[in-house]
């Protein structure tokens, strides 16, 4: 099955800087790559997510990136601000139109100092 | 974007009882859910696929007997700790996948349950 790392696990950067969140997978069959965003005591919510056929995707301050090879994905947030302060995971899904499951990393505790 | 809702949010419980959870997605179908366990400051770890009409699919580990999982309608999924112990306390959340859309999952707002 899919193994999803995520590093680091914690995070603090100042505000206005920029945070970088990178992630592993281990199934060449996972196509769909989403990130969350966790606010504390709070559901998941998605930020962004890129498909295998693409490299890189942008909205606004979150950009993602994917190298399929590698089997890398990072999530870069630039100009933070202290509410980007979350849990941030990132997951793996082998997505086709009748099922998938999402497997998801170990979480990175952002926070942006003001 | 789609709806998820969860209830309760929270519930307490004595030792040896069962609890009941439900998620529904409130604006679409969803053939598939998925529950998850959430500990302190700690990834969220899939305990079961729900598949509607058939039964769930469990992951390693996780006791079917213990986590009962019935997805009776395109709408609705539930998860029942039966005979709660202590250590089954934990942040349960639920997720569904648009049946017609493109592939987001959407989360409940989760339930925190605390087992006495």
């Known amino acids: 099955g899919e193994n999803v790392e995520q590093h680091p696990s914690t995070l603090s950067v100042q505000e206005g800087d920029s945070a970088v969140i990178k992630c592993t997978h281990s199934?060449?069959?996972?196509?769909?790559f989403p990130w969350y965003k966790q606010e504390l005591g709070k559901r998941p919510q998605l930020i962004i997510d890129?498909?295998?056929?693409?490299g890189e995707k942008k909205d606004q301050r979150i950009a993602v990136t994917l190298n399929k090879t590698a089997k890398h994905f990072s999530l870069h947030i630039t100009e933070t601000q202290p509410e980007d302060s979350a849990v941030y995971f990132c997951?793996?899904?082998?997505?086709?139109?009748?099922?998938?499951?999402?497997?998801f990393g170990t979480g990175t505790s952002l926070t942006v100092i003001p | 974007g789609a709806v998820v809702s969860q209830h309760p949010s929270r519930v307490i419980c004595k030792s040896g009882t069962s609890v009941k959870i439900e998620c529904r997605s409130l604006?679409?179908?969803?053939?598939?859910m998925f529950w998850y366990r959430q500990f302190p400051k700690q990834s969220l770890m899939l305990m079961a696929t729900?598949?509607?009409?058939?039964?769930?699919?469990?992951e390693q580990g996780v006791e079917k007997d213990k986590f009962l999982i019935n997805h009776a309608s395109l709408t609705l999924s539930t998860l029942t700790v039966t005979s709660a112990h202590p250590e089954d306390s934990s942040f349960y959340i639920c997720?569904?996948?648009?049946?017609?859309?493109?592939?987001?999952?959407?989360f409940g707002e989760g339930s925190r349950l605390t087992v006495l």
């Open positions: 997720s569904a996948r648009d049946r017609e859309g493109t592939g987001e999952l959407f």
């Open positions: 199934d060449s069959a996972s196509n769909y």
């Open positions: 890129i498909r295998s056929n693409v």
């Open positions: 997951a793996a899904s082998f997505w086709t139109n009748t099922g998938n499951q999402f497997y």
């Open positions: 604006d679409f179908q969803a053939t598939t």
């Open positions: 729900s598949n509607e009409g058939s039964k769930a699919t469990y």
